[in-house]
């Protein structure tokens, strides 16, 4: 396989930043918090990262009372035989602070720059700088509704100018430990030859999914959800159908 189309798989992951939960403070205003998550299928904007095969994760962020932080997001990788890097290491630094629109509208500002690299592949080291708005408490109790704009000039190494945009939105479901969870985000690459559709230089995904966070071990939730593209797969092997088609995902994560 050329590596476009290894690459077009890619589409990597930084780490998320709000689903860290826990946290130790010090008088220094210094806080780490982290999580270690196990999923049947490590699948980024739609795009699996690792052959929809099995994937462990691991985040931790260092977190400063004025709002700055920095973390590190690592995982297994697999795009396909061994011309290609196993093993993702994602660097992020970043700020976030509370915006006073109104009495009753404060949404969060995150701004973060992410530095994607992959040990032993220095070529397929790309950036990415993100803006993200988050509203809580919109329609119901404890709802969260995101705004995430991803920006990137040298796209996953040789693809140019890159957008993402991405609406979330996410709602417990009272007091019984279920929630939803769903996503919708367009793409748009410089460069066709970056998708895993040759003919195609944006794309649609999604997420649909419920979690559950167990009471009994505090920091644990599982989420079983549905994820896919809109990307033409006419032309591909079974195999590679597989990494973009609509599939089922399983996590279990735990943060600390």
């Known amino acids: 396989m050329i590596k476009p189309v290894i690459l077009s798989v890619m589409l990597t992951t930084m780490a998320t930043h709000s689903a860290v939960a826990t946290e130790t403070g010090h008088s220094s205003g210094l806080s780490l918090s982290g ?40 995982a297994n990788t697999d795009f396909g035989g061994s011309t290609s890097p196993h093993f993702e290491f994602t660097s992020y ?11 009753k509208v404060k ?14 592949w220095s070529d397929w080291a790309w950036h990415e700088f993100s803006a ?18 991803n920006y990137s000039d040298d796209y996953i190494g040789f693809a140019g100018n890159a ?25 748009i690459i410089q460069d066709k030859g970056a998708l ?23 920091g644990l939730t599982a989420e079983l959800s549905a994820v896919g593209t809109n990307l033409n797969t006419d032309q591909l092997s079974k195999s590679e159908k597989r990494t973009v088609a609509n599939g089922a995902i399983f996590s279990l994560t735990k943060a600390f």
């Open 35 to 74: 999580s270690a998550a196990l999923t049947t299928d490590y699948r980024f904007r739609g795009l699996s990262q690792s052959r929809n095969d099995p994937a462990v994760q691991g985040t931790f962020v260092l977190s400063h009372d004025s709002g700055l932080y920095g973390g590190i997001f690592a």
């Open 93 to 103: 630094i970043g700020y976030n602070t509370a915006l006073n629109w109104s009495e």
């Open 107 to 120: 949404p969060t500002l995150d701004l973060s720059y992410n530095r994607f690299s992959y040990p032993g």
């Open 132 to 149: 993200r708005l988050t509203f809580d408490n919109v329609f119901l109790g404890k709802d969260s509704l995101l705004t995430n704009i």
């Open 163 to 187: 957008w993402n945009f991405t609406l979330g939105y996410s709602v417990p479901l009272a007091e019984t430990g279920f929630g939803l969870t769903s996503s919708i985000g367009y793409s």
């Open 196 to 218: 895993i559709d040759l003919n195609a230089d944006n794309y649609i995904d999604w997420k649909l999914g419920v979690n559950y966070q167990f009471k009994t071990l505090e």
